[in-house]
Structure formats: C-alpha cells, structure tokens
C-alpha cells in the first residue's frame, strides 16, 4: 500500500491554458474526494465519487472544472481556461468506510497560474 | 450549515511544553463526527483521531490527548511534551452523520522551537 498519489507535485501555467491533475487513490477505495486549499485556509470541497461516479459537487466547481474517474480507479481534474485565481494546492483523498470514515490524502498538486 | 472554528492562527512554544490547541464547532445534526489531521510542512494531510457525537470520552494517544465536551460544542487537542517534530497545521474538521463531506476549520500553525 504506497498511499495516495498525485501528479504532477507542482504546475506552472500561463492564464488561460488548461491543465489536468491526476490521482491514484488507494487501490481498495471505492470513495475519492478533490480538494481545494488556498494559503491559511482549510481544505475546501470540490467534488467526490464513488466508485467512477460522480456524487456531489461544490458549488466552488465552476465550469471550467471537470472532474473524471473512468472505471472507479484513478481520478484526474481537468481545468480550462485557467485564471490567477485558481493558483491553489489541490488535494485528493480516498476513504473506504461508509460516511464517518476518515480519509486518507495526497500530498497535493500545487498549481501557480501567472 | 456546518462551522468549524479555530481561533489560535499561530502558537509558538518550546520544547517539551504542553499545548493545547482550539476547536469549536457549529451544527444542527444530532449526528456527527469530528476529526483532527495533522499537515506538516511536506503537505500531506495526516489523520490523528475521529470522534462520533455519541462518544464523549476523551482520548489519549500517547503524548496526545482530545478533549471533546458537547455542552460547549467543543474537540480540543493537547500535545504533551512538545517536540519539534510536531510543528505542523493542524486541522480540525466536522461531518454531519448522513453526508459524505467534511468541513474544515482554517488551521492552527503549531511552530515547536529548539
């Protein structure tokens, strides 16, 4: 069990452009969560699935946001047209008990839009 | 709507003292859990503890106690003996029983010096 991955670590972008982060959960996990987390804030919801559906969105996921889990493994979230204001650590986590479960986490994609 | 307060930004302490860190929350479930995680400076947010309402019995996990009293809607957490190797955020974070997402206090920045 090597834990939850994400790739890239960290992302450059220049406004505008699209960029798609990846995530390995877990590999018995059937619930994966994206995150996002601004400098001095807590981690804030974007969006969750289980198995390769998609449950829940924030309403912090606009629609430059997309978020895939093709076959219930990994995950990527795709974002267009990328803007100073998505500049954030995005985090992944996966859990497997039902709703009280503790998740477990990424060590994040950090994305710096100029 | 769920809240999470964590009133202490930053505290800053030495070695081998104890600390306490802050939490308080908001919620209309009858129903819900608590947790703490731990991120330290690599990002990785960390799980220490989960908490159901129904349990208010405080728990000790080796130099780390919780202290969680429903009458003033509060999880506390104590570390004894500080060491270095704790200076990290730490977050404390609210699931109300029937949903899937947690939400997070901002963060207490925990700095143990030398």
């Known amino acids: 069990d090597t834990g939850v991955s994400q790739n890239p670590r960290h992302k450059i972008t220049k406004r505008g452009q699209n960029v798609t982060f990846r995530c390995d959960p877990i590999?018995?996990?059937?619930?994966l969560y994206w995150y996002r987390q601004t400098l001095g804030q807590g981690p804030e919801f974007l969006t969750y699935f289980q198995n390769e559906a998609q449950l829940e969105k924030s309403r912090l996921l606009s629609d430059r946001f997309s978020a895939e889990r093709p076959k219930g493994s990994f995950s990527t979230l795709e974002i267009q047209r990328t803007e100073q204001g998505d500049s954030a650590m995005y985090l992944c986590?996966?859990?497997?008990?039902?709703?009280?479960?503790?998740?477990?986490f990424g060590p994040g994609t950090r994305l710096t839009v100029l | 709507a769920q809240k999470v307060t964590q009133a202490q930004t930053e505290i800053s302490v030495v070695e081998k003292e104890d600390v306490t860190l802050d939490c308080v929350y908001e919620t209309r479930d009858t129903t819900y859990y608590l947790f703490w995680y731990k991120q330290p400076p690599s990002g990785e947010l960390v799980f220490l503890i989960r908490?159901?309402?129904?349990?208010?019995q405080n728990e000790i996990s080796g130099r780390y106690s919780w202290n969680f009293q429903k009458s003033t809607s509060s999880f506390n957490f104590t570390i004894t003996a500080s060491q270095v190797v704790d200076s990290a955020v730490y977050f404390c974070a609210l699931k109300p029983g029937g949903s899937y997402i947690p939400t997070f206090g901002r963060g207490t920045s925990l700095i143990v010096h030398p």
């Open positions: 908490r159901n309402s129904f349990d208010e």
């Open positions: 986590a996966s859990s497997l008990t039902e709703t009280h479960g503790e998740q477990f």
């Open positions: 590999s018995e996990h059937n619930r």
